[in-house]
Every structure is written in structure tokens, then in C-alpha cells.
């Protein structure tokens, strides 16, 4: 393996176990819902917070991110009983410009604001997480 596909392999295995680990996270994805709301975006670069946009959920429907006004379409999503999220369609820069979802992972364990982290496959192969945190 590469440096690069080490480190991208060690991220997503630490993730996967972190989330395991949450245990009665997964408490409330029975319904196969976020819970309806804004969902602010960010990833933490370079020791700063960088705001991604806004992702809008209602139901089982999505819209965003968006960064300034309203996000034009709303799209499908699914979640799974562990927590996964399946976007059914486009994710702003998530999903553009040669970069692609790895998982999207909630966490919904009643204690903190509902969120998600989204792992993004970059062009040059590098991976990025990023949080969604209910406003």
C-alpha cells in the first residue's frame, strides 16, 4: 500500500471503530429519518473551522449545501438501521469536480444535536470528513 492509501485506510478504520463504539447511537434510526431541520456543514483544515454550507432535511427529502440563499431541488435520501445515509442525488461539491462519497455516518444518540459526518473521496484520491450538525 501507499502512503496515502495507508493513512486514508487507517482514517476510515479509526472512523468505522469510533462509531461502533457509540453503541446506543443507533437508538433512533429505526424510523430511517434525520430529524427535519438545517444542518450546518464544516470541516476542520489547518486549525481553522470551514463552513461548507447548509444541508436541508424534511422527511426523507434533502436540499444543499448551500452556502448563501436556498438551495433550487430537493432530493431523496435513505438511512439504514446502523445510521448510514445514502444521498439519492447530487451533493453540491461533495458529489463535483471529481470528487465522490465514501459514507455518510448520523449520530443520533439523544444527548447532543443530531449529525453526520460525510467522507468524501477527493480527485486525487485523498479522503476529507467533514461534520453536519443540526442548527
Not at 54 to 70: A, C, E, H, R
Not at 116 to 128: C, H, N
Request: hydrophobic fraction near 40%; charge should be negative; include cysteine.
Amino acid at each position: 500500500m501507499q502512503t496515502s492509501d495507508a493513512m486514508a485506510f487507517r482514517f476510515i478504520l479509526g472512523f468505522l471503530i469510533l462509531m461502533s463504539a457509540a453503541g446506543g447511537a443507533h437508538a433512533d434510526f429505526a424510523d430511517g429519518k434525520l430529524p427535519d431541520g438545517t444542518y450546518h456543514c464544516e470541516v476542520y483544515l489547518l486549525g481553522l473551522f470551514i463552513n461548507l454550507g447548509d444541508i436541508t432535511i424534511k422527511g426523507n427529502l434533502y436540499s444543499g449545501p448551500v452556502t448563501f440563499g436556498t438551495a433550487p431541488q430537493a432530493y431523496n435520501y435513505q438511512m439504514d438501521a446502523n445510521g448510514e445515509i445514502s444521498w439519492l442525488g447530487p451533493l453540491g461539491g461533495y458529489t463535483s469536480g471529481g470528487n465522490s462519497l465514501s459514507m455518510t455516518q448520523a449520530t443520533l444518540d439523544g444527548q447532543s444535536a443530531p449529525s453526520f459526518d460525510i467522507i468524501m473521496k477527493q480527485q486525487d484520491g485523498a479522503f476529507t470528513a467533514s461534520t453536519c450538525t443540526k442548527s
